[in-house]
Nanobody, 122 residues
């Protein structure tokens, strides 16, 4: 079955960096687009970044553009989210997900990981 397992979250000071990883299994990773979403306490889940199956196309939320970078390694069945210049408002649980269409809509993503907590202190 499809499994997505995130890792790399933690506690970091404002201005710091973290790199999230999402290891995928149970399907042909290179056939699907991958995305990152986040959900802060009391808030709705929001789109962060997505990358198409080949890595040739990306999209980012305006709030993270220029600070976050999504990448993937199809040989390792892994997608990454490099997060730089972190802000307290980036604090959230971060989820990776897979999608057949290239989209920023969470509803279009078929499978989700369990999430990894990112906490940015001021």
């Amino acid at each position: 079955q499809v499994q997505l397992v995130e890792s790399g979250g933690g506690l970091v000071q404002a201005g710091g960096s973290l790199r999230l990883s999402c290891a995928a299994s149970g399907y042909t990773f290179s056939n699907y687009h991958m995305g990152w979403f986040r959900q802060a306490p009391g808030q709705e889940r929001e789109f962060v970044a997505t990358m198409n199956w080949s890595g040739s196309n990306t999209a980012y939320a305006d709030s993270v553009k220029g600070r976050f970078t999504i990448s993937r390694d199809n040989a390792k069945n892994t997608v990454y989210l490099q997060m730089n210049s972190l802000k307290p408002e980036d604090t959230a649980v971060y989820y990776c997900a897979l999608s057949y269409p290239f989209t920023t809509r969470g509803a279009d993503y078929s499978y989700w990981g369990q999430g990894t907590q990112v906490t940015v202190s001021s």
